[in-house]
């Protein structure tokens, strides 16, 4: 579900071509130009492929810890009809996780290296899965609104110019449908229900608001090397971009339920068609990304524990003779 | 005698399954080695029996039966499924894609082809040369 790979702007964006052939860059450029993919043995700039293995091993780690936050919430779903389809949607999750994993592993990182990088914190996963899901409400406005801007942005990396990722995400895509269908009706239930409901998941769309507004990364003119990584079809839209198609889209149907958006100044401007909005706290953006929030150390320890625990089941049916093989495609 | 006083810092989740397990923030493990995920089985998936098997993707596993769950579980978790095939990836054999111009002239030999073959011009022509004039 929640593919937003953050991009250090203070990396030097100078430099990072340093030493490639230019001849077989223009032909790489020239196929990407062209409409056409680009497969798991090809030539390809390093850069590319840095760039490429830390946005899919970055989205593959927000599916498992994105599926923690929820699946707090499934012994406590309210009726059995929610329970299976919470346990359906965090089960999706996990298998996003998978098929993303196997698509950077086409790239040349082992699925090991990026569990290590995960659970030792040098990898980083979407910064909303930091906050905790205090009530049901919390786990439906995540299930409608996280959601959400995580189809935004991977419908539009589907279109991208890695074959592996894209076939990945089209597949991830049609089962995302059912959770923003299944959030949405979530919330409309509380927002249509008693004054208690109203109010628990009006608190919870105000305690998410500022971490769905940083889930698109920073502001564009904080971000780091776009434009190549715009021109390689790596990125297919600016964070700002995205935030707007976001708001655009769903902040009419928040208010259609009559919640309010915690931000004063947010409207759409009708000279610009854009909507304007008070800009995120990049500072705390920064400081929960690089472990100041709420729930990053609950997260790795978690995630370590079920890697322990696990270990010797995976080490008793480990076949001693067996090689790997990086996957075909 | 001196004490040695480590203080850990106990996870304190809302999660009262996490809650209960007193995990520890600090918790360390080995890292993984290579081979602790398995290899990994090419997923073949048939949609209605009588249809060709598609590739769809890859699964981590230990034994061919364990790639089958794995795969019914990934690629099965939708739509309607007849059967699924799994196939080592160390057993699959592939041309190289830098050998593709062995396949270059495979469509210009018109000889193969049913199209290859006009014969009306001619029998017009005769036809045509036949006729009392």
Redesign the interface.
Known sequence: MYGNAYIDPNEKANGILAGEDSIKLQEFEDRIARGEKI?P??WMPKEYRKQLIRMIEQHGHSEIIGA?PE??WI?RAPGFKRKMALMAKV??EV?HA??LY?AA?TLGK????M??DL??GKSKYSNVFNY???TWADACIIAWLIDAGAIINQVANAKGSYGPYC??LD?IC??ESFHLKYGHDNVVTLATGTPIQRKMVQEALTRWWPPIMHFFGPSDKLSGHTEILMRWKVKMATNDEMRQQFLNMYVPKIWDLGLTVPDVNLKKNEETGKWDYTEPDWDEFKRVINGGGPCN??RL??R??A??RG?WV??A???KS???????? | MRLNIKII?M?Q???P??AR?N???????E??????????Y?VFHQKKRGDQHM?V????A??PE?ALLFGK??YG??GITANIWVVK??N?F?TE?EDQDMFETTPEKQYREAGGYKVMDKINKYKKAQKPA
Request: hydrophobic share 30%.
């Open positions: 497969e043995k090809d923690l699946g707090t012994t089960q999706d298998g998978q098929l196997s592993e082992s699925r090991e290296d569990t290590n659970i030792t905790p899901a205090f076939r990945a597949r049609t089962e150390a609950e320890a978690v370590r524990m890697e322990e270990r995976r080490k049916l480990l076949n067996e090689q790997y093989v990086a996957p075909l495609a | 810092t996870i989740s809302l999660d399954r996490i397990e995990i520890s923030e600090n918790n360390t493990i890292p993984l080695t290579p081979m602790d995920n398995w290899e990994t090419e590739h993707g890859i699964v981590h230990p034994n364990m579980d990934q978790r939708r990836t160390a699959v592939c894609y």
